[in-house]
T-cell receptor, first 112, second 110 residues
Framework: DGGITQSPKYLFRKEGQNVTLSCEQN?????MYWYRQDPGQGLRLIYY???????QKGDIAEGYSVSREKKESFPLTVTSAQKNPTAFYLC???????????FGQGTRLTVV | QKEVEQNSGPLSVPEGAIASLNCTYS??????FFWYRQYSGKSPELIMS????GDKEDGRFTAQLNKASQYVSLLIRDSQPSDSATYLC??????????FGAGTILRVKS
């Protein structure tokens, strides 16, 4: 089955901890994205990547880091510098030609 | 100025009516425009994409694009209660930056 897989589905973080959210796609898409969604809000872009070993900051990159070592994978680290990390995190990927983006099922991160 | 703007709603329509959702964007160089549907607690699902001026129809959905006026709209004909969701407008910026509006809540009443 082709698609985008995010893991874990639920994640709990203690104050001061770094956590990494996984995103893997087998659609052979070039571009990948990370978004954050807060309750009742739209999607805000954290980071995006068009090709391997290259990525750009989105609108709310502070307190987050990413890597793109493989075309299939775009992990997101939520660092201790992110003061309010509780949110729904969504990963997406898109084809270079159509630019249609498809989403994984999301990761709900909660600070405990 | 927000890059992609939508009326947050809620937009309430009776079952069987036409729902009209609107979106404006700020970057005149944008080339790709999308509508996503998001049910509560779920991830967004792509329902329409449009790239050139005019209308594009797919089943009960019609997307309309007017680049000169910088707006894109989505019409849902014969609205059903199952269409009740948040509809997100997305615009692909230069450099493949995909930006979303805040979404419009649609409620279809039976």
């Amino acid at each position: 089955d082709g698609g985008i897989t995010q893991s874990p589905k639920y994640l709990f973080r203690k104050e001061g901890q770094n956590v990494t959210l996984s995103c893997e796609q087998n659609l052979n898409h070039d571009a990948m994205y990370w978004y954050r969604q807060d309750p009742g809000q739209g999607l805000r872009l954290i980071y995006y990547s068009q090709i391997v070993n290259d990525f750009q900051k989105g609108d709310i990159a502070e307190g987050y880091s990413v890597s793109r070592e493989k075309k299939e994978s775009f992990p997101l680290t939520v660092t201790s510098a992110q003061k309010n990390p509780t949110a729904f995190y969504l990963c997406a990927s898109s084809d270079r030609r159509s630019t249609e983006a498809f989403f994984g099922q999301g990761t709900r991160l909660t600070v405990v | 100025q927000k890059e992609v703007e939508q009326n947050s709603g809620p937009l309430s329509v009776p079952e069987g009516a036409i729902a009209s959702l609107n979106c404006t964007y700020s970057d005149r160089g944008s080339q790709s425009f999308f509508w996503y549907r998001q049910y509560s607690g779920k991830s967004p699902e792509l329902i329409m994409s449009i790239y050139s001026n005019g209308d594009k129809e797919d089943g009960r959905f019609t997307a309309q694009l007017n680049k000169a006026s910088q707006y894109v709209s989505l019409l849902i004909r014969d609205s059903q209660p199952s269409d009740s969701a948040t509809y997100l407008c997305a615009v692909n910026w230069y450099g493949n930056k995909l930006v979303f509006g805040a979404g419009t809540i649609l409620r279809v009443k039976s």
